[in-house]
């Protein structure tokens, strides 16, 4: 039941929606100003319709304080949304990007934020200085502080909060973030400015970045709109920048074959792990969830039905695949069955040596030598430094998905395959990361035609025949 209260000029209606799990009473409240003129009769009249207007929209959850700020309303959505239906890496990116966020337009109240404020907070994200982005370089030496002992890296890495490969990053001289350097020179009983060379970077945020400024807006912003704050999203008409133009990094097949060439010399361990990911096209975090009862060697599958993931504080971690369509069955390659049984003879040889000191507790494929999972940034330095040794073009671990990808694409394989394969949601996502491999491939499929060359336009008849002929 709706209560009416004189209030100044107006009058407050209160609705009331029971308690939430604290005992804590919920209201919702409107003001209603008569218009100049109406009567006592016309007054009392209008403000019971108003009070039941407003009673049935609470209860039926089509209202919401749109006067809320925009700041306060994204802390709702992380605790009472995020946080129950989000993954943690998700969840991670959304805090960090928030700050940011609620820096420019926290203050404004939902009801009063337009497109146009967020098309303001887009175009300086992309103005200089703004990346505010803060490197550090070690200049002590670092391995001596920590030890050289086998694992004395990883406990230092697990006392510190950080992944092993962020350590070791540093020991080599290599730039890490600001924030792992805080957390070394902490766990060191130092200074940051003692243990490293801090510099600052203010270049603009790449188009990348201020996407996925977007993507969280977007995403705080319509569930607004889900819960009866506001109406539409601000966020939908908002003009983004473009990353056309920016092709996935992938190897021709000519490097990719010189890679796997190269990779002979390596250490089995790592020589299995990239090659596979070349010959599967899976995602760095899927590659490192793969256990071997999700592989079928005699009918050369895998199935993905998890993900291996690393985050500061939480360490490395298991996660379900990205959608619903990632976790997907997968045909590989003779060539990527080979690998897995060569591979697998050598884990096999390990874990006999090692006994009870081997480390796997959930028969993961890729591992450490002593069987423990691997931290997904020690993949993505080691492939680094390879590439860098080995003269080959600038790639990442990332390419050799888009390389697997692209491969098929150029062999003509059909799109709705390669984006099944992948564990794309949408074909229409294949499409758009892989136009530069889908325009070649059209261009090679036209030069099919070409074979009729020496049958077509090779006689010329008259032009005033031509015309003749056209005239009848």
Not at 281 to 300: A, F, I, K, S, T
Not at 436 to 458: E, P, W, Y
Request: hydrophobic content about 40%.
């Amino acid at each position: 039941m709706a209560t009416i209260q004189k209030q100044g000029k107006g009058y407050k209606i209160t609705v009331s929606q029971g308690y939430d799990y604290n005992g804590k009473r919920l209201r919702q409240y409107m003001t209603w100003i008569p218009t100049p003129g109406m009567s006592e009769r016309q007054i009392k009249k209008e403000l019971e319709k108003q009070a039941v207007l407003f009673e049935e929209k609470v209860l039926s959850g089509t209202t919401a304080n749109g006067k809320m700020r925009f700041a306060d309303f994204a802390e709702k959505y992380m605790s009472e949304y995020a946080r129950l239906y989000l993954k943690p890496k998700t969840i991670a990116t959304y805090t960090e990007n928030l700050r940011r966020i609620n820096q420019a337009i926290g203050h404004i109240r939902l009801c009063d934020l337009r497109t146009g404020h967020i098309n303001s907070f887009y175009q300086n994200l992309q103005e200089e200085g703004i990346r505010n982005r803060i490197t550090a370089v070690c200049k002590i030496d670092l391995q001596a502080k920590i030890g050289t002992k086998r694992g004395a890296v990883t406990a230092f890495a697990r006392t510190a909060g950080i992944s092993r490969s962020t350590v070791n990053q540093a020991i080599d001289g290599q730039p890490i973030n600001s924030k792992s350097a805080e957390a070394i020179a902490r766990t060191l009983g130092m200074k940051t400015k003692q243990v490293f060379t801090v510099t600052a970077h203010g270049e603009p945020l790449a188009p990348a970045s201020v996407i996925s400024y977007h993507r969280t807006l977007s995403s705080v912003l319509s569930r607004a709109v889900k819960w009866g704050y506001i109406q539409i999203n601000p966020a939908d008409a908002a003009e983004k920048p473009s990353l056309s133009g920016q092709e996935a990094a992938y190897l021709e097949e000519k490097d990719a074959r010189r890679l796997l060439e190269l990779l002979q010399s390596e250490p089995i361990r790592w020589r299995a792990l990239i090659t596979f990911d070349l010959l599967s096209g899976l995602r760095r975090g899927e590659l490192l969830g793969l256990r071997w009862q999700d592989v079928d060697l005699d009918e050369h599958t895998v199935t993905i039905r998890q993900t291996s993931n690393y985050l500061p504080g939480k360490g490395v971690y298991v996660s379900t695949p990205k959608t619903a369509t990632s976790a997907r069955p997968l045909l590989l390659s003779t060539a990527a069955i080979m690998m897995l049984l060569e591979y697998k003879a050598w884990q096999d040889n390990q874990r006999a040596l090692l006994g009870d000191a081997w480390e796997d507790q959930d028969g993961r494929v890729f591992t450490t030598d002593t069987g423990a999972p691997l931290f997904p940034d020690s993949v993505t330095q080691w492939f680094s430094d390879f590439i860098a040794r080995s003269d080959m073009p600038k790639v990442t671990v990332h390419s050799l998905r888009h390389t697997y990808a692209s491969l098929m694409i150029a062999d003509g394989v059909p799109l709705v395959v390669v984006s099944r394969q992948l564990g794309h949601a949408q074909a229409s996502t294949t499409a758009n990361i892989y136009a530069h491999a889908i325009a070649s491939a059209q261009a090679k499929a036209m030069q099919t035609f070409d074979r009729f060359n020496d049958l077509v336009g090779t006689k010329k008849q008259p032009l005033e025949g031509i015309k003749k002929a056209a005239g009848n």
